[in-house]
């Protein structure tokens, strides 16, 4: 029996019974293996560019079930799946900018999977923006802790229904307001406060950093940080 860390089991909630899913950079393989053991999903794929990590997909599933049929797939990102093959595409445990580059390859057939589960590990801010900028909308996002580190976890459909207010739609990808969008503000669990604390104490770092700058220079800085405030503050 699998057990998943916090991280795969915050995935494996946005994953609703019946539904089919490919795992694109599966690595291990555990939440595929997860997902068919708890018979929320009758078809799992696992795809993956390295022939080394879909192997320890393998042995993984052989120790989980060596009767059942598993799918993997030797490939790049959703190259190796059919338009629409899916419910749910899931991509996590990779940087945010590789997400983009998957999704954005063959985009029309990107927008053939209703929904993606996305849990990039940076550049989360450049991946929002992309999202929305693309006719996808973030239905939902979650904090989980792993170890010291605290990842996002965002549920995306390929549908453009949410109206985002102007202001966020002006700022740049690497804008502080893509990173911790507003819908981040009032949510007044620990996690989130301790995710926010954290993005406060590097921008008071890199500001003590530009301690000898010019003004106009540590500007951005202390902006972020009264955004910041004013976001924990709700
Ligand atoms: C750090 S592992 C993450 C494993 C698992 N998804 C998780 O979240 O625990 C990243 C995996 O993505 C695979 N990968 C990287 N780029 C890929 C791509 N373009 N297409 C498919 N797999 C890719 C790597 O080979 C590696 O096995």
Redo the contacts with the bound molecule.
């Keep these: 029996v699998i057990n998943l860390t916090d991280r795969?089991k915050g995935i494996a909630l946005e994953i609703f019974t019946g539904e089919t899913m490919a795992?694109?950079?599966?690595?291990?393989g555990?939440?595929p293996i997860y997902l068919l053991e708890h018979e929320i999903c009758t078809k799992v794929i696992m795809?993956?560019?390295?022939e080394g990590?879909l192997e320890k997909a393998k042995i993984n599933c052989m120790e989980a079930n060596p009767n059942a049929q598993f799918d993997f797939r030797l490939?790049?990102?959703l190259e190796v799946l059919e338009p629409g093959e899916v419910d749910a595409v899931v991509i996590?445990?990779?940087g945010g900018l590789?997400m983009v580059e998957?999704m954005e390859k063959e985009i029309s057939k990107t927008k053939t999977y209703k929904k993606f589960i996305l849990?990039p590990r940076s550049a989360v801010g450049e991946l929002r923006f992309w999202l929305v900028h693309n006719g996808f909308t973030i239905e939902s996002e979650c904090l989980v802790r792993e170890g010291k580190n605290i990842c996002e976890i965002l549920t995306v459909s390929n549908v453009c229904e949410k109206i985002l207010n102007f202001q966020i739609m002006q700022e740049s990808p690497e804008s502080i307001r893509w990173e911790v969008p507003d819908w981040h503000r009032g949510k007044d669990d620990d996690l989130t406060e301790d995710y926010i604390l954290r993005k406060i104490a590097r921008e008071e770092k890199i500001l003590k950093g530009k301690m000898n700058s010019h003004t106009a220079e540590r500007k951005s800085t202390i902006e972020n940080i009264k955004y910041l405030k004013e976001i924990l503050e709700g």
Excluded at 23 to 28: A, E, F, L, V
């Design positions: 795969l795992d694109i950079g599966t690595d291990h555990f939440l795809v993956d560019i390295s990590s490939g790049n990102g996590a445990g990779m590789l998957i849990q």
